[in-house]
Each structure stands twice: as structure tokens, then as C-alpha cells.
């Protein structure tokens, strides 16, 4: 039987994908499925989101994220500052297993790792931001990848609050010409600030003692300072978090041109041919579903997650997609490529009797020391290491597939070397913690700048299966020899008047553990307690970077993936380098710029 035309027309019909009006939080696939939206972004974190609410300000554009966390912006253990970590190894957080029996969080939650992360908003140093054009031959998209083009995205994301007057007293301080108090992200100090001597005298130790200097105000480029930093919280709000849900999408959410799909996980791109036309999405149970594109899929998923779907669908290295019989969609050999983490170690120190902490926090004053500031606490010579293993450590990179050639390698390493010998970039973080370890007095200390470079490689065509993932931590030598100088650094700000005089003794890791030489401890010592009990720091980078294709880049200035159409990355995969800064500010004014492209 031939169908009539009517019967034809009617079968068109049914075959068209259907753009609705859909807005609002979504947990029903089926109300999405087969849907076309404008853009879909993977991922409602950070980046996800800040880009979904700039591009729905237009209302001709419709705008659906995906979200595999559920909406907590009302659970204690997100809004309360006075709760972190207690989201941790929940079902807020991704928990990936990592080499070397360690773990690394991120936010499984609307928000992402903004929603359960320690609130720390700090800038890096300029020469930093400058060296992202270096990464792509001198392409700063016009004057966005540098530091006045980042400043300029900071800015935009932040509503600051100077600190107020028992602010003042306890040692915050900022100048108003480095600030906008009128962006979504609220950036204050806390009204709990801590009114003891111990964050004063942590910064006058440091800046008298240690060639760091103190500033008023660190975020004016000059990072590699001992000063107090702003969190990322709302004083307008009994001191809750400001997060990405709270700053960029709570205040839209009644936009009728921007939905969010919850509890589902991207599981697949769509393509035909190499242009990206939408994303498969379902859940553990089997069920998938598709929503199309019509202008362009954003992956927004993270440092894991986003490389991780990226070779699931087809985009990477063929030989990792041939072994899992994919089919190569777009040969991007640099995806998975290139993971940076940082390692972290705690100092701590038992409080004289009676101490009092005065204020709940969370604590603020960080410094971050360079080169001369961490070789004046100690004799290790690490521009010297660093120009004789540069080679080594290249080749060795290569032979464990963590970068696309041993001369990508060492080109990507000149600029690192440049940065931490000659531009003065923090090597270290010295976060001065009230509270931690052992309940007294510390010192958080981690290595920004890491030599070793790791992968993150998917090990089936199952979604839900979490990918391989190995930093390599301390592969390269130069990674340990500045977390021993920073942590011997740490043990002697304690050693040093006035905050030798509130407290007592080292209980982390203690004399009889590392034993005191005279010289804040051997080596030895040291690098046998490093590697036992050192943690993740929770901020990988870099998987998708934004460099050339010859380095092994993922996405050009444009965030466009190589090789593809429609297709573009935001988040914290495509910073080729680490930063002397937690990633928030500068990863906030990343996306601000992002979503202006």
C-alpha cells in the first residue's frame, strides 16, 4: 500500500525535532528528550552555569544544562561555610579514585565543586595570565588571554564587600580600586573572623622573616604575597556560601529560556560527520535519552569528566578510542593529556593553654612565597634542579602518555621554568589554618607549579564508569623538593616570635617523626612523611588545555575542540597551566569571557 501524502507529511512531522518552552529545574528525561535547545551544556558547575546565564539573557536563545548532581543549594552541608568537608565522600561529591591510593573531590552537585569547595577566592600573578597566549602562539583572542583581559572577567563575576570595621581590627584590609561590588558572586570576609593573634602574627612572621612581602590587598597582580584573603560568601545572606547556583542561577531561574536537567549524566556527543549536533544522556539503570543543539554543545564537566566524555564520544587519541572499539570521530590526541594536581601536606602546632581562637572563621591569610622567598628557609637549590632535568622530565612525560611529544613537552616546560625562575610566580601555598590539624594551629602547605603531568583515560565504553586517573604524582623529582622546602618553611614561621609564643609544640608530624636538625629537619625525613600522607588539593587542570595543536592543545583561543564544529569547552580542563591561586577567581572570570565569544 503507498501512503497518501497527508500520511507522508505526518511522518515528517514526527521526525523533526521539537523545540518547547521548557525552563525551570527538570528531573523527567522525557520532557527533554528529543528537544531542541540552542545550546547544551554539559555540566552545571562553575563554568556551566555562569555561561548559561549569560547566554539566556538574550531571550531569543534557549539554553538547557545537564546536570548529573541534584539541585542542594538548601543542604546544610552546601550553604554553611562551617561545613566543609562534611560533603565529602558523599553523594555530593565524585570522589574519583586516583593513583597512588588517593582520591580527588569535585561537586556532584548543582554548583559543581563551587557548592562544597574551602571558599578561597584569590587572583594568580600577571605574568601567569600573560603566559596563556604563549600556550597558543601569541593568540590572546584579541586581548581576552591576558591579565587585563582576565581581570576584566573577574571583575565582571564579583560583588565584593569591603570588610567591615571588626573585619578591619581582626587584619583584613582592601583596596576598593581592585574590586566591583556589583557582580553575582558574592566575595566578602566572614563575620566570625578570627580576632586571635595567630592569622596577625602567621603575616608578620612571614613578610619579616621570609622575603614574602605583606600586602593590603593581594589581587593587583603581585600574588606571591602573604596577605588576607576574601571568601566566596554572603553577608546579605547569614554568611552562606555564594557558589555558581546560588550567584548565577538562583537569581534566573524564572528565565522561561533556560532549563536545567537534573540527576542525568552526559553520556555520549552527537555527531554527523565532525560538527556536534546534540548530547546522549540517561542514567546507570540503561535508559538513554538525546537532546539536540542548534547552534552548539558546551562542555562544561570538569578536569575528569570532560575529557572522559570526549573520548567516549569519539574525540581523542585513536590509539586509546581503537582499543575500546570507538569510532574516531576527531583525532585530538592532546585529550586526557597534560593532568596537573597538586599535592598537599599539613604542619600543625599544639596552642598554648587556654589559647582562645576568637571567631570561627574561615580562615583567610595565605602566602604565597617564590623562589627567593622558599629558598630563603632552606638550601635546596630548585632553578637549579629545574634546568637540569627540564629534558628528563619531558621524556619521561612522554613515555608515560601524558603529553603528545617529548618537544611539546619541553616547549610547555620553558614557559613553566620561565615563570617560576624569572616572573617571581608563587611556588607554594602557605595557608595558615586555626582549627587544623589535631584541632590547634597550621600551616596547609602545597606545591602550585608541578612538573608531573598525568591522564585521565577512559577504560570501557560504560559512562558510568569512572576513568582512569593518574597525576603521577611526584614523577617529577623538582614536585618534592619544593613541597620538603615549603613544609621546612612552614616548621620554622612556627620556630619564629611572635607565633612561637602561642604555642607549644609541633604535633604534625613531629620532632620524632621528622627531628629537628637545626635546619627545619633532613630531606629524608621529610620526603619519607610527604609520601606516606600527602592528599590531593582537589584542583586537576588542564586535561583539554588551551594551547596549539602542536603542544598538544584540545581547543584554540576560540575553546573550540580541534577538528570539530559546535563545540566548545569551558571549564577548568582547558587551563594549560597551574596558577599560585586557588582556581575559583580565576576559572569565574575564565567563563565571564567564555560566554562573551
Known amino acids: 500500500m503507498i501512503p497518501s501524502k497527508v500520511q507522508l507529511l505526518s511522518l515528517a512531522i514526527t521526525l523533526i525535532p521539537f523545540t518547547t518552552a521548557l525552563s525551570g529545574l527538570i528531573t523527567d528525561p522525557t520532557q527533554v528528550s528529543n528537544q531542541s535547545f540552542d545550546y547544551v551544556i554539559v555540566g552545571g558547575g562553575l563554568g556551566g552555569l555562569v555561561v548559561a546565564n549569560r547566554l539566556s539573557e538574550n531571550p531569543d536563545i534557549s539554553v538547557l544544562v545537564i546536570e548529573a548532581g541534584s539541585d542542594n543549594r538548601d543542604d546544610p552541608r552546601v550553604y554553611d561555610p562551617y561545613q566543609y568537608s562534611v560533603a565529602f565522600n558523599t553523594e555530593l561529591d565524585w570522589n574519583w579514585p586516583s593513583s597512588q591510593g588517593r582520591s580527588i573531590k569535585g561537586g556532584k552537585t548543582l554548583g559543581g565543586s563551587t557548592s562544597i569547595n574551602g571558599l578561597a577566592q584569590t587572583r594568580g600573578q600577571k605574568a601567569q595570565y600573560d603566559s596563556l597566549s604563549t600556550f597558543l602562539g601569541g593568540d590572546d583572542a584579541g586581548g581576552v588571554w591576558n591579565w587585563n583581559g582576565m581581570l576584566f572577567g573577574m571583575l565582571k563575576s564579583e560583588g565584593f564587600s569591603a570588610p567591615n570595621d571588626q573585619q578591619t581590627e581582626a587584619g583584613a584590609s582592601s583596596n576598593p580600586a581592585l574590586h566591583n561590588t556589583s557582580g553575582p558572586l558574592q566575595v566578602t570576609y566572614p563575620d566570625e573572623i578570627f580576632h586571635g593573634p595567630q592569622q596577625k602574627y602567621f603575616q608578620t612572621v612571614v613578610s619579616t622573616n621570609f ?353 570539530t564544529e559546535n563545540l566548545r569547552i569551558v571549564d577548568a580542563s582547558v587551563l594549560p597551566i597551574q596558577f599560585s591561586a586557588h582556581l575559583s577567581a580565576t576559572l569565574y572570570g575564565f567563563a565571564e569571557n567564555a560566554a562573551d565569544m
Open 211 to 563: 622575603s614574602v612581602a605583606s600586602s593590603p590587598d593581594a589581587d593587583d597582580m603581585n600574588a606571591n604575597v602573604v596577605a588576607f584573603h576574601p571568601n566566596t560568601m554572603s553577608w546579605q545572606d547569614s554568611d552562606h556560601r555564594s557558589s555558581s547556583a546560588t550567584a548565577y542561577y538562583s537569581p534566573v531561574s524564572e528565565r522561561s529560556n533556560l532549563a536545567i536537567l537534573l540527576q542525568h549524566l552526559a553520556t555520549k556527543i552527537q555527531f554527523d560527520g565532525n560538527k556536534a549536533t546534540g548530547v546522549e544522556f540517561g542514567t546507570s539503570s540503561g535508559d538513554r535519552y538525546t537532546v539536540n543543539a542548534n547552534k552548539e554543545v558546551i562542555v562544561s564537566a570538569g578536569a575528569i569528566q570532560t575529557p572522559a566524555l570526549l573520548q567516549l564520544s569519539g574525540v581523542g587519541d585513536p590509539a586509546l578510542l581503537n582499543s575500546l572499539g570507538i569510532n574516531v570521530v576527531a583525532n585530538v590526541s592532546g585529550v586526557g593529556k597534560n593532568l596537573q594536581e597538586q599535592t598537599m601536606n599539613s604542619v600543625g602546632w599544639t596552642p598554648v593553654d587556654g589559647f582562645d581562637f576568637q571567631g570561627r572563621g574561615p580562615s583567610d591569610c595565605m602566602a604565597y612565597p617564590d623562589l627567593l622567598g622558599l629558598t630563603s628557609s632552606s638550601n635546596n637549590d630548585i632553578a637549579s634542579t629545574i634546568s637540569a632535568n627540564i629534558g628528563k622530565y619531558a621524556q619521561e612525560a612522554y613515555d608515560a602518555g601524558a603529553v603528545v611529544s617529548v618537544e611539546a613537552a619541553n616547549a610547555i616546560f620553558a614557559i613553566q621554568q620561565d615563570l617560576m625562575v624569572n616572573k617571581y610566580s608563587g611556588l607554594v601555598e602557605a595557608f595558615f589554618d586555626s582549627g587544623f590539624p589535631n584541632g590547634g594551629l597550621g600551616i596547609d602547605l602545597w606545591q602550585l607549579l608541578p612538573f608531573s603531568r598525568g591522564t585521565v583515560k577512559i577504560k570501557s565504553t560504560d559512562p558510568f564508569e569512572y576513568p582512569d586517573l593518574d597525576p603521577r604524582y611526584f614523577a617529577a623529582d623538582v614536585d618534592l623538593q619544593i613541597q620538603i622546602a615549603g613544609l621546612r618553611m612552614a616548621r620554622k614561621i612556627f620556630q619564629t616570635a611572635p607565633l612561637r609564643s602561642i604555642v607549644t609544640e609541633e604535633n604534625a608530624p613531629g620532632y620524632d617523626t621528622v627531628p629537628e636538625n637545626g635546619n627545619g629537619g633532613s630531606d629524608e625525613d621529610w620526603s619519607k612523611w610527604i609520601i606516606d600522607g600527602f592528599s590531593s588539593v582537589h584542583h586537576p587542570i588542564a586535561t583539554c588545555s588551551m594551547m596549539s595543536q602542536e603542544l598538544g592543545g584540545v581547543v584554540g583561543s576560540d575553546l573550540k575542540v580541534y577538528n
